[in-house]
């Protein structure tokens, strides 16, 4: 058990919706990453947030947003579903230059 | 070029020794991660390696970093089925926006 913990595990939906994918880090880890995994594409790095601030950003769609609250967990929305966005979704946290520890994973399904 | 690269799988027999190998591409990376992924489940930290060092041993795994040639090799010794999964490489490239830079994993499988 890494200490991150991801809700919902699992997730079914239909193309055009909304859903919202929550991260807690792990306990004194300031900063949360966001991955997409996807069979064809492997591990792609979406977003990070350090202490509630976005402090970088990787390939994600303009459709995906994510914050960080004053209490350190996190949320990716993800919205106007494709049947691409089909994929694990990981959050990482880490401490300051320390390694990325990531949770279990959310698997999305859109239909 | 910009990628950590690994090949994509690697079969052994249980006993034997396997060796996954890994090139990263910056010179200034600080330290290099081996992560493991299990089916459905998230990239757990196996081991790392800070750049100063040649190898690092944690029971049956043996890392080896070749700093002159960016090469990162992972040894698991009397691989048994347990140990079928995905493996990632990964180095810390403060220069990036991940910061680290996670390569394409590499399937291991045990055959009997």
């Known amino acids: 058990d890494s200490g991150v913990t991801q809700t919902p595990k699992h997730l079914i939906t239909a193309t055009g919706q909304r859903v919202t994918l929550r991260c807690s880090p792990r306990s004194g880890d300031l900063s949360v990453y966001w991955y997409q995994q996807s069979l064809d594409q492997g591990l792609q790095f979406l977003i990070q947030y350090y202490n509630g601030e976005e402090r970088a950003k990787g390939n994600i769609l303009e459709r995906f947003s994510a914050q960080q609250f004053p209490d350190l967990h996190s949320e990716l929305n993800l919205s106007s579903l494709e049947l691409g966005d089909s994929a694990l979704y990981f959050c990482?946290?880490?401490?300051?230059?320390?390694?990325?520890?990531f949770g279990p994973g959310t698997r999305l399904l859109v239909l | 070029g910009e990628d950590v690269e690994q090949s994509l799988f690697l079969s052994v027999r249980e006993g034997d020794s396997s060796v996954i190998n890994c090139t990263y591409t910056?010179?200034?990376?600080?330290?290099l991660y081996w992560y493991k992924q299990e089916p459905g489940a998230g990239l757990q930290l196996l081991t790392y390696i800070f750049s100063n060092m040649d190898m690092k041993q944690d029971q049956r795994l043996t890392v080896l970093l070749n700093k002159k040639d960016k090469h990162l090799s992972l040894r698991i010794a009397d691989t048994q089925t347990g140990d079928s999964a995905i493996y990632f490489c990964?180095?810390?490239?403060?220069?990036?926006?991940?910061?680290?830079?996670f390569g394409s994993g590499t399937r291991l499988s045990i055959r009997p």
């Open positions: 910056d010179s200034s990376s600080t330290y």
């Open positions: 990482a946290s880490s401490p300051p230059e320390g390694a990325q520890y």
């Open positions: 990964a180095e810390r490239r403060d220069s990036s926006a991940s910061k680290i830079i």
